[in-house]
């Protein structure tokens, strides 16, 4: 089935250790996105790569790093990880970075960083 | 700070009213995209707007990109429980590398039966 996967579906993990969080989308889009969810509510933009072999920084970047080695892959990773990254990460992705292309969802990740 | 504001942060109506929610913009908007998130859930398309004017139906969820291309709405007629969710505002912001979407801060729909 087409779409977008995030890999883990939840985790705890110890403060101070090092996490990636993985996603991988099969429709071949160009754009993909790193967002996070704190008390249920609004995303906030982490990074994002509008095609392979390039990223950017959002509105969160601190203490997030990512890489687009592939135009398939676009893994998170948490250096150090801090108890203010608890949070459900959505990974995102769409045809392009053009104005107005409808972008779709993985699952999301649920992190409890304690 | 986020640049697209969502009002009400919340709200709870009873089954059969009709409610809006609004996404202003501090900046012109050149494309508009409402999502709805059942909890614990991911995120579902429902539309984008493009055109400052346009008016777009899906069911009974009507949303509308006002003329000055600042503000957006979003109306759901008779609610019903199904409606219960969370609604996210996105758009299309310029960096120099590209587009990237940002969102609003959400809106927590609650529909009492």
């Known amino acids: 089935i087409a779409g977008i996967t995030q890999a883990p579906t939840s985790q705890i993990l110890a403060a101070g250790r090092r996490m990636t969080l993985r996603c991988t989308q099969d429709m071949r889009h160009n754009a993909m996105y790193w967002y996070r969810q704190d008390l249920g509510l609004g995303l906030r933009l982490i990074h994002y790569s509008n095609t392979a072999g390039t990223t950017g920084k959002g509105e969160v970047p601190d203490g997030y790093s990512v890489s687009r080695a592939n135009t398939d892959d676009f893994p998170l990773t948490l250096a150090s990880a801090v108890p203010s990254q608890t949070s459900v990460y959505f990974c995102a992705s769409r045809t392009s970075d053009r104005r107005n292309t409808e972008a779709f969802f993985g699952q999301g990740t649920r992190l409890t960083v304690v | 700070s986020q640049e697209l504001e969502q009002s009400p942060q919340s709200l709870i109506v009873q089954e059969g009213k009709n409610l809006t929610i609004n996404c202003t913009s501090s900046?012109?908007?050149?494309?508009l995209y409402w999502y709805k998130q059942k909890y614990g859930e991911g995120l579902i398309f429902l539309m984008m707007l493009q055109k400052g004017g346009e008016e777009k139906s899906h069911e009974k969820i009507t949303a509308k990109l006002d003329e000055k291309k600042q503000q957006s709405s979003l109306h759901i007629t008779a609610s019903q429980p199904s409606h219960a969710g969370i609604y996210l505002c996105?758009?299309?912001?310029?960096?120099?590398?590209?587009?990237?979407?940002?969102f609003g801060g959400g809106t927590r729909l609650m529909v009492k039966p």
């Open positions: 900046k012109t908007l050149y494309g």
């Open positions: 996105g758009a299309d912001k310029a960096d120099d590398a590209g587009n990237m979407l940002t």
